[in-house]
C-alpha cells in the first residue's frame, strides 16, 4: 500500500508540473530544455550518467500488433525475438506493421528515421572460374524514388568490418568477372556480405545482408552457407561443374576394367567409415585385388592389428590396404577395446573422424573435414535438388540450387553408389547416392541417402561398408 501511495504521488507530481509548464525535466534542477516535453538530461553543465531504456518486449510478427492490442503510430519498444524476419532491436510502430530501427557507424543521417521500406538483396554465386552467374539486386518498395542516395558497403562476415564500395551508389549492385578484385571477390570459396545504406533527405534505412559466394558450396539455415569441396574425394577436383554433370562414367582406361563403377573421374573413392586415407578406398582397384580375408570374422580386425589411433598398423601388407570385409557381428571392420565403440587402443585417442589423424579430407588441407549428420541435414533442408537422369546426358545425380530451380548450380553430388561389406562388389551405381558423415549412431554411423526421388541424411549404416566421401570446410551465418 506505501508503494502504491509513492507511485501516486509521484504520478501526481508529474501531472501537476505538466500542467503549469507544459515541460518537465527528470535528472536535473534547472528547467527543461524548451523544445522538450521530457528532458531526461542532467542540468545542462553535467554530462548524463545513464540512458533512456526502451520497454523489452517479444514482437510475434512484423504485421501484428502483438503483444500489444493494436498498431500505435510512433510506438518503440525493444524486441527480443530472433527469427524470421525478425532481428533482437530497436523497432518502432508506423501505426500498420513494426519496422526496425538500425544504426551504422558509415552512416550519420539527420534523423534516424528508418520509413523507407527495403526488400533484402537477392543471392549471387560466382563459379570456381569467376564467371557472373546472376546478379545481385536491391529493390526499393513501390515508393518515389526521386532524390534518393544509395551506397553499397562490403562486410567481412568474420569480423564484420564494413567498407564502402566506392562505384556502388545505384539501387542495384553489379559485380562482375572482370572486376570482381576490386569488388573483393578473390577466395574461392569464401562468402562476402553486402548491404546497402538508403538516404533520402534526413531518413535513412540500411538493407538486409546479401550474400557473394566464390567457389563450391550450399545454402544451410537462416540463410548462412558451407563452402564444399567441388567434387567427391579421390575425384578429379579441379572438374568444373559442367564437365562433372555432362562426364559419362566409363573406366575402360582406368584400372583395366571396361565398367563405371570403377571410374573414380566424377564418382571418387570408396572409404569404410573411420578409416584414414590407407589405399583401402580406392575405386579404380579391382574388388578381387583389394579385399581381406575378415568374412566370416565375429568382430573384425582385432585389437593386435590397431595403432594407438585405432587404424591397422601399416606394416601389416596383407591387410593394410586392403576393404575389410564384414557379414557379422556390428557389421563394422575394427574390433573395440570397450562397450562404446568410439576409442581406439588407448582410450585416449579418438580413433573416428573426430581425429584430424584419421580423417581423409585434411588431405585437401587443414580446415577441410569429413562433415556432420547435421550439416548434411540442413544442405537437404535449405537447398533445391533436382535430378538428373545420367546416360547421353552424362552422370546420373542431384544438382544443388541453394536460390531456387531456377538459379544457378553450386554442387553436384553424383549418385555415386557404394561398395558392399560382403565380397567388396560395388551396388547401385548410377542410381544411389551414399555419402558418409561424421556422426556416430550408436556402433553404426549416419549418411546421406538419395534417389531420384528423395534425399534423407538420417539414414544409418554399419561402418563396413564402403561410400564416398564429400568434405566440407568453413560455414558463415
Excluded at 10 to 23: D, E, G, R, W
Excluded at 37 to 56: K, V
Excluded at 262 to 280: E, I, L
Excluded at 326 to 340: I, K, L, S, V
Aim: with cysteine.
Amino acid at each position: 500500500m506505501k508503494q502504491k501511495m509513492i507511485f501516486l504521488a509521484l504520478t501526481l507530481f508529474v501531472l501537476s508540473a505538466a500542467s503549469v509548464n507544459a515541460q518537465v525535466r527528470i535528472g536535473g534542477t534547472t528547467d527543461p530544455n524548451s523544445s522538450a516535453i521530457l528532458d531526461l538530461n542532467p542540468d545542462d553543465e553535467n554530462d548524463a550518467t545513464g540512458g533512456f531504456l526502451l520497454p523489452r518486449v517479444r514482437l510475434i510478427d512484423l504485421t501484428l500488433s502483438d503483444p500489444f492490442d493494436e498498431h500505435v503510430k510512433g510506438l518503440m519498444v525493444y524486441n527480443k525475438t530472433s527469427g524470421g524476419e525478425l532481428n533482437e532491436g530497436i523497432y518502432y510502430n508506423n501505426g500498420e506493421k513494426w519496422f526496425p530501427v538500425i544504426s551504422d557507424e558509415n552512416v550519420t543521417p539527420a534523423t534516424a528515421s528508418p520509413i523507407i521500406f527495403l526488400r533484402q538483396p537477392g543471392f549471387l554465386w560466382l563459379g570456381t572460374d569467376g564467371e557472373l552467374t546472376d546478379t545481385l539486386t536491391f529493390e526499393l518498395a513501390a515508393v518515389n524514388k526521386t532524390g534518393f542516395t544509395y551506397q553499397w558497403y562490403k562486410r567481412d562476415p568474420e569480423t564484420l568490418l564494413s567498407t564502402a564500395i566506392e562505384e556502388a551508389t545505384s539501387d542495384t549492385l553489379f559485380i562482375e568477372k572482370d572486376n570482381r578484385m576490386s569488388s573483393g571477390i578473390t577466395d574461392a570459396g569464401k562468402v562476402y556480405q553486402f548491404y546497402c545504406v538508403v538516404v533520402s533527405g534526413s531518413q535513412y534505412s540500411i538493407s538486409g545482408i546479401g550474400r557473394v559466394v566464390y567457389g563450391a558450396g550450399a545454402r544451410l539455415a537462416n540463410g548462412g552457407w558451407i563452402k564444399v569441396a567441388n567434387a567427391n574425394l579421390g575425384a578429379k577436383q579441379d572438374l568444373s561443374l559442367d564437365k562433372q554433370i555432362a562426364y559419362q562414367p566409363n573406366a575402360g582406361s582406368s584400372g583395366g576394367v571396361n565398367n563405371k563403377a570403377y571410374d573414380p573421374t566424377v564418382y571418387g573413392d570408396w572409404y569404410q567409415w573411420g578409416r584414414k586415407k590407407d589405399g583401402h578406398q580406392k575405386r579404380e582397384l579391382l574388388a578381387t585385388n583389394t579385399v581381406s580375408t575378415y568374412l566370416n570374422s565375429p568382430n573384425g580386425v582385432g585389437l593386435d592389428s590397431l595403432d594407438a589411433y585405432g587404424q591397422i598398423k601399416s606394416d601389416l601388407s596383407d591387410i593394410y590396404y586392403k576393404f575389410i570385409q564384414r557379414n557379422a557381428g556390428t557389421c563394422d571392420w575394427r574390433q573395440y577395446p570397450n562397450e562404446n565403440g568410439n576409442f581406439a587402443t588407448d582410450p585416449d585417442d579418438d580413433w573416428t573422424w573426430g581425429n584430424p589423424a584419421n580423417d581423409p579430407c585434411k588431405s585437401l588441407g587443414s580446415t577441410w573435414r569429413v562433415p556432420t549428420q547435421v550439416e548434411w541435414a540442413q544442405i537437404v533442408s535449405n537447398n533445391t535438388w533436382l535430378w538428373q537422369e545420367g546416360g547421353a546426358n552424362g552422370t546420373s545425380g542431384y544438382l544443388l540450387k541453394p536460390g531456387g530451380a531456377n538459379k544457378p548450380t553450386t554442387l553436384f553430388l553424383p549418385a555415386a553408389g557404394g561398395r558392399n561389406r560382403t565380397g567388396g562388389a560395388p551396388y547401385s551405381i548410377g542410381s544411389v547416392g551414399d555419402y558418409w558423415s561424421s556422426t556416430v549412431a550408436g556402433t553404426s554411423s549416419y549418411n546421406l541417402y538419395f534417389t531420384s526421388g528423395s534425399a534423407s541424411a538420417a539414414n544409418t549404416n554399419g561402418r563396413a561398408l564402403g561410400m564416398p566421401v564429400r568434405c566440407v570446410s568453413e560455414w558463415y551465418d
